[in-house]
């Protein structure tokens, strides 16, 4: 059993809820992210750690400018894995990469494979590639003990949450509604319903994600769902406080705020 079964085993056992955090790579740059994935870790249940992508399309604004504001470090994905091993000699929470197919495709999925598991990275969900067209890349994944997560959608017929069940690994992530991310004032109704549509064709953790901005969201949330993600709104907050020399320290406070700490 990898890491990401045992943190939610451990979840389950102790009767608990789970918080994933999400941070684009580089912003504001990769010193700064190293140092984030220490500090998010005691947090977090596992971390949800953004490929910087130029054409980010399921992505709403502050994501987008995070990725430009990191693609401007001029770094590559190796660069990326190489801080997430930094990170991993100090931490046991399970890392994800969060990304777009495209960067991955050009890394090579051989070599990402092999370089993800060495990096101590867990898991991998790629935002637009579907069950149907995964084979290969899953299999990579597999074959190196890393988990392939698959995003499902309110829209998403019990046709295609079966397909998911039959390739996802680790968890599911739930899409709290349709549409890009986010923070909004109030989280769907149909995250809900997804989540106990979701629950009749696997067994899996369900984490719940975009639009949760706020603690009162998180304690929703975790009313029917095993974890919850929560990404732009950590990311705005990172924005607002871009050159602040304490940023880390200040996202730190404000995650103990969100988790209710």
Do not use: W
């Amino acid at each position: 059993m990898g890491r990401i079964a045992d943190a939610f085993t451990t979840l389950k056992r102790d009767g608990k809820k789970g918080f994933v955090p999400y941070i684009t790579a580089g912003d504001p740059d990769l010193a700064t992210t190293e140092h984030l994935l220490v500090t998010l870790a005691p947090h977090a249940t596992l971390i949800e750690l953004g490929v910087p992508f130029s054409d980010p399309m399921a992505d709403g604004p502050v994501i987008q400018r995070a990725s430009e504001r990191a693609l401007k470090n001029n770094f590559g994905l190796q660069d990326i894995l190489d801080t997430a091993a930094r990170a991993r000699k100090q931490i046991e929470t399970p890392i994800i990469l969060f990304s777009y197919y495209n960067p991955l495709l050009q890394f090579g999925l051989k070599r990402l494979a092999r370089a993800a598991k060495d990096a101590g990275v867990d898991g991998v969900l790629v935002t637009d590639l579907t069950p149907e067209e995964s084979g290969e890349f899953e299999a990579e994944l597999r074959a190196h003990g890393l988990d392939t997560i698959f995003l499902i959608a309110p829209t998403s017929t019990d046709d295609r949450l079966k397909l998911v069940a039959e390739h996802a690994s680790g968890f599911i992530y739930a899409v709290s509604r349709a549409g890009v991310t986010g923070t909004r004032e109030t989280v769907s109704a149909e995250a809900e319903k997804l989540v106990n549509r979701m629950r009749q064709f696997s067994s899996l953790p369900i984490a719940v994600g975009f639009g949760i901005s706020n603690a009162a969201q998180v304690a929703d949330v975790h009313r029917y769902a095993d974890a919850v993600v929560v990404g732009s709104a950590i990311v705005a907050e990172m924005e607002r406080l871009e050159r602040a020399p304490d940023i880390v320290d200040k996202i730190d406070q404000f995650l103990k705020r969100l988790t209710g700490q």
